[in-house]
């Protein structure tokens, strides 16, 4: 078709796609990256990694406390759970309230455990009375300056060091440190109200659409691929009671077995009950994939995989994998009222590193459902 000149506006009620057709095959593919023109009605987040994600900054654990009375030159101790702190991390307190002199230190002193010490040096009792105590923990070796304030990197021996700039691809690099079981997972910073892509809810009845572009490597042998929207970052299917991911593994060890291990899969479950639909796609290394999950009003899933649809089996297992086809047939309707979270991941399977691309991740939902 020749290029055409309108001298009004365009009108479409179902939104304009870029697509591409195989010249071959004529197969068309759909390349928009979500919905196409932006829709007044949805929210939209999108990330190309402008800064690269890092361990997360911080860790925070808080209570309330009362100190009671304490005498000059005497200290009050208090242990504060911070989830994730481990010996060796730094540590920061503060409290709601006025501390009047009065010294405050923290330290990490166990796993997941800071302690809190409150020094009275001021030369009479001091009783500060109820308030908030809070503990800040920046993890060993990670580095919040200049890196993403949307999303981090986490997973078995990962670190900042390991996200790095691809020098041939516009992606940001994650790989795993080079142990057997080894893990890069990118994920959205979890701090609440740090990040929208947190703090806004991506629940089941939101009419939610996921997408990423994710590129292998050069060698895929000895890995886990995961890609979608989960409650947890775990890559076994068992883990989360309702889930919608994509998933390539080549083999079974720390994992459920699939029949075919050359194939993508995708993964759903609602309320325990799981479904792995095995795609006709035969993963190559070095080889983008644009995978995209879409909820419809009634919580029913679509899958796309570089713009083509495919089905999603009604055949529930938590191994094996049915095979599907190329089509529209979405999946029953997803648990109600279940906020999901973004995550990419990657597991080596053996003591070489593994390594996986990441060009962007981009989500949507109804403003309010």
Same mark, same amino acid.
Request: with cysteine.
């Given at each position: 078709?020749?290029?055409?000149?309108?001298?009004?506006?365009?009108?479409?009620?179902?939104?304009?796609?870029?697509?591409?057709?195989?010249?071959?095959?004529?197969?068309?593919?759909?390349?928009?990256?979500?919905?196409?023109?932006?829709?007044?009605?949805?929210?939209?987040?999108?990330?190309?990694?402008?800064?690269?994600?890092?361990?997360?900054?911080?860790?925070?654990?808080?209570?309330?406390?009362?100190?009671?009375?304490?005498?000059?030159?005497?200290?009050?101790?208090?242990?504060?759970?911070?989830?994730?702190?481990?010996?060796?991390?730094?540590?920061?307190?503060?409290?709601?309230?006025?501390?009047?002199?009065?010294?405050?230190?923290?330290?990490?002193?166990?796993?997941?455990?800071?302690?809190?010490?409150?020094?009275?040096?001021?030369?009479?009792?001091?009783?500060?009375?109820?308030?908030?105590?809070?503990?800040?923990?920046?993890?060993?070796?990670?580095?919040?300056?200049?890196?993403?304030?949307?999303?981090?990197?986490?997973?078995?021996?990962?670190?900042?060091?390991?996200? $790095?700039?691809?020098?041939?691809?516009?992606?940001? #690099? @994650?790989? *795993?440190? !080079?142990?057997?079981?080894?893990? =890069? +997972?990118?994920?959205?910073?979890?701090?609440?109200?740090?990040?929208?892509?947190?703090?806004?809810?991506?629940?089941?009845?939101?009419?939610?659409?996921?997408?990423?572009?994710?590129?292998?490597?050069?060698?895929?042998?000895?890995?886990?691929?995961?890609?979608?929207?989960?409650?947890?970052?775990?890559?076994?299917?068992?883990?989360?009671?309702?889930?919608?991911?994509?998933?390539?593994?080549?083999?079974?060890?720390?994992?459920?077995?699939?029949?075919?291990?050359?194939?993508?899969?995708?993964?759903?479950?609602?309320?325990?009950?799981?479904?792995?639909?095995?795609?006709?796609?035969?993963?190559?290394?070095?080889?983008?994939?644009?995978?995209?999950?879409?909820?419809?009003?009634?919580?029913?899933?679509?899958?796309?995989?570089?713009?083509?649809?495919?089905?999603? $089996?009604?055949?529930?297992?938590?191994?094996?994998? #049915? @095979?599907? *086809?190329? !089509?529209?047939?979405?999946?029953? =309707? +997803?648990?109600?009222?279940?906020?999901?979270?973004?995550?990419?991941?990657?597991?080596?399977?053996?003591?070489?590193?593994?390594?996986?691309?990441?060009?962007?991740?981009?989500?949507?939902?109804?403003?309010?459902?």
């Amino acid at each position: 078709m020749a290029n055409t000149t309108f001298n009004g506006s365009v009108r479409s009620e179902n939104n304009f796609k870029v697509i591409s057709k195989a010249a071959s095959t004529g197969l068309v593919s759909d390349r928009t990256i979500g919905d196409g023109l932006k829709d007044s009605r949805r929210y939209y987040l999108e990330d190309y990694f402008n800064q690269l994600p890092a361990i997360n900054a911080y860790l925070q654990g808080s209570e309330t406390k009362d100190w009671g009375s304490i005498d000059d030159g005497n200290e009050a101790a208090e242990e504060v759970a911070v989830t994730g702190a481990a010996l060796g991390d730094y540590a920061v307190a503060t409290m709601s309230i006025d501390v009047t002199d009065l010294t405050i230190t923290a330290s990490v002193t166990a796993a997941d455990v800071a302690t809190v010490v409150l020094g009275n040096f001021t030369g009479s009792a001091v009783d500060l009375g109820s308030g908030t105590l809070t503990v800040k923990v920046f993890k060993a070796g990670s580095t919040g300056v200049g890196k993403s304030v949307n999303f981090e990197v986490l997973g078995t021996n990962m670190t900042t060091a390991l996200a $790095t700039r691809n020098a041939t691809v516009a992606a940001v #690099t @994650l790989t *795993t440190a !080079g142990a057997d079981e080894d893990q =890069a +997972i990118l994920a959205p910073h979890l701090d609440s109200g740090q990040t929208a892509w947190t703090g806004v809810k991506w629940g089941t009845e939101n009419q939610v659409t996921w997408e990423a572009l994710v590129r292998t490597s050069s060698a895929i042998d000895n890995q886990k691929i995961w890609a979608g929207l989960k409650l947890t970052n775990d890559q076994v299917v068992a883990t989360d009671a309702n889930q919608a991911f994509f998933k390539f593994q080549t083999d079974s060890t720390n994992s459920e077995s699939f029949t075919d291990f050359e194939k993508l899969h995708f993964v759903h479950s609602i309320a325990n009950t799981d479904y792995i639909s095995r795609l006709p796609i035969t993963v190559a290394a070095s080889t983008n994939y644009h995978l995209k999950i879409s909820f419809d009003s009634d919580r029913k899933l679509s899958i796309f995989v570089n713009g083509v649809q495919y089905n999603i $089996t009604t055949t529930s297992g938590s191994t094996g994998g #049915t @095979l599907v *086809t190329q !089509g529209n047939t979405k999946s029953a =309707a +997803i648990t109600n009222d279940v906020d999901l979270i973004p995550y990419v991941g990657l597991e080596a399977g053996d003591g070489n590193a593994a390594v996986i691309d990441v060009s962007y991740c981009a989500i949507s939902r109804l403003l309010f459902e």
